[in-house]
């Protein structure tokens, strides 16, 4: 008698587990790499933050948001922005890891850098 329940119950359990597998949605991987954007505040003569971490393929915006125009320039010279005056933008998109430095063409006491992973 044990025997026929058991089987009985595995005969019945067995396909509900079944369906639940089958039809359980699952999010699909993105192959997508792109990240969401990063952004670096220029203010008060400093960037902030002055140093960013971000994923590969994402792309970091800078926003003047001092009273003076400001240049944002990488040390090893792959990327340099036009003089930017308040609230204008300058956006670069970092596509291998790395540490880039950077800092203000006007104002080279003004450093920072994007670490790329």
């Not at 790499?33 to 971000?54: C, I």
């Not at 400001?70 to 036009?82: P, Q």
């Not at 291998?96 to 994007?114: D, E, W």
Request: proline share 6%; hydrophobic share 40%; with cysteine.
């Amino acid at each position: 008698m044990r025997r026929k329940l058991f089987f009985g119950g595995l005969v019945v359990a067995l396909p509900l587990a079944l369906a639940a597998v089958i039809l359980h949605p699952t999010r699909a991987k993105s192959d997508d790499t792109k990240a969401s954007p990063a952004e670096v505040r220029v203010d008060n003569f400093s960037f902030g933050p002055d140093t960013l971490t971000v994923p590969a393929n994402s792309t970091v915006t800078w926003v003047n948001k001092d009273d003076v125009p400001h240049v944002i320039a990488s040390n090893d010279g792959l990327f340099k922005s036009k003089a930017l005056d308040t609230d204008d933008k300058y956006s670069y998109t970092f596509a291998k890891a790395g540490t880039y430095s950077y800092y203000c063409s006007i104002h080279p006491k003004m450093v920072g850098k994007v670490v790329v992973q």
